[in-house]
T-cell receptor, first 111, second 115 residues
Framework: QKEVEQDPGPLSVPEGAIVSLNCTYS??????FMWYRQYSRKGPELLMYTYSSGNKEDGRFTAQVDKSSKYISLFIRDSQPSDSATYLC???????????FGTGTRLTIIP | GEEVAQTPKHLVRGEGQKAKLYCAPI?????VFWYQQVLKNEFKFLISFQNENVFDETGMPKERFSAKCLPNSPCSLEIQATKLEDSAVYFCASSPGRHSYNEQFFGPGTRLTVL
C-alpha cells in the first residue's frame, strides 16, 4: 500500500465550478501537508501548505486537513482555464526533509 | 540566481551509457533535493544535501547512482550504466534551510530517455 493515495483523474469541470481534490495517507508521522501545481513539462510549484487540522484559505484556494481521518483536500473556487494542470499533494515527517508525493490529479477546466 | 536551474533539459542515452545531470540551487539556499518522476507522475525521493554534505540518501540506488554538491559548483547526479527503467524526469529542488518544509523550490527538470 502506498503511503499517500490520490485519485489520478482525469477530472474535467466547467469554468466557474468548485473543484475538490483529495488525498489520503497512512503514515501518522506526516506533520506537514502541501499542495503543488504542475503544468505540463514544468516543475511542481507550491500552492499551499498546512500543519494543523482545519482549513487554510488563500484567495480562491482552500486547503483542509483532517489528521484523525488522515485525509487532506484542496478546494478551488471560481475555477479558471488557467487552473488546468496536475495537482499533487505532498507530505513531510517532522525532522525528515523529503517530500512524499501523491500520484497527482490531472485537472482540466473547460471554458 | 532566483530560480533553480537544471541542465540539460533533455538527455538521451543508450542503455549502459553514463548520464550526468546538473542543478544550480537558488543562491543562499543550503538544502538541495533530487527527485525522480516516472510515468503516471510517480515522484520518488533520491537524495538530499545540506551544503556539500549528504543529508539523506535513503532513496538512492547506490550501485549505479551517485551525487555531489561541491562548493562553488553546480550539484550533479550521475547514473553509471543507465537502464531502460531510469527513463524519467529528474527534478532538483532547493530550500533555504532546515525545517523550511513549505519552501522547496523546484527546477524545470531534466528529461532522461534511455534507449
Amino acid at each position: 500500500q502506498k503511503e499517500v493515495e490520490q485519485d489520478p483523474g482525469p477530472l474535467s469541470v466547467p469554468e466557474g465550478a468548485i473543484v475538490s481534490l483529495n488525498c489520503t495517507y497512512s503514515n501518522s508521522a506526516f506533520q506537514y501537508f502541501m499542495w503543488y501545481r504542475q503544468y505540463s513539462r514544468k516543475g511542481p510549484e507550491l500552492l499551499m501548505y498546512t500543519y494543523s487540522s482545519g482549513n487554510k484559505e488563500d484567495g480562491r484556494f482552500t486547503a483542509q486537513v483532517d489528521k484523525s481521518s488522515k485525509y487532506i483536500s484542496l478546494f478551488i473556487r471560481d475555477s479558471q482555464p488557467s487552473d488546468s494542470a496536475t495537482y499533487l499533494c505532498a507530505m513531510i515527517n517532522f525532522g525528515n526533509e523529503k517530500l512524499t508525493f501523491g500520484t497527482g490529479t490531472r485537472l482540466t477546466i473547460i471554458p | 540566481g532566483e530560480e533553480v536551474a537544471q541542465t540539460p533539459k533533455h538527455l538521451v542515452r543508450g542503455e549502459g551509457q553514463k548520464a550526468k545531470l546538473y542543478c544550480a540551487p537558488i543562491k543562499g539556499h543550503s538544502y538541495v533535493f533530487w527527485y525522480q518522476q516516472v510515468l503516471k507522475n510517480e515522484f520518488k525521493f533520491l537524495i538530499s544535501f545540506q551544503n556539500e554534505n549528504v543529508f539523506d540518501e535513503t532513496g538512492m540506488p547506490k550501485e549505479r547512482f551517485s551525487a555531489k554538491c561541491l562548493p562553488n559548483s553546480p550539484c550533479s547526479l550521475e547514473i553509471q550504466a543507465t537502464k531502460l527503467e531510469d527513463s524519467a524526469v529528474y527534478f532538483c529542488a532547493s530550500s533555504p534551510g532546515r525545517h523550511s518544509y513549505n519552501e522547496q523550490f523546484f527546477g524545470p527538470g531534466t528529461r532522461l530517455t534511455v534507449l
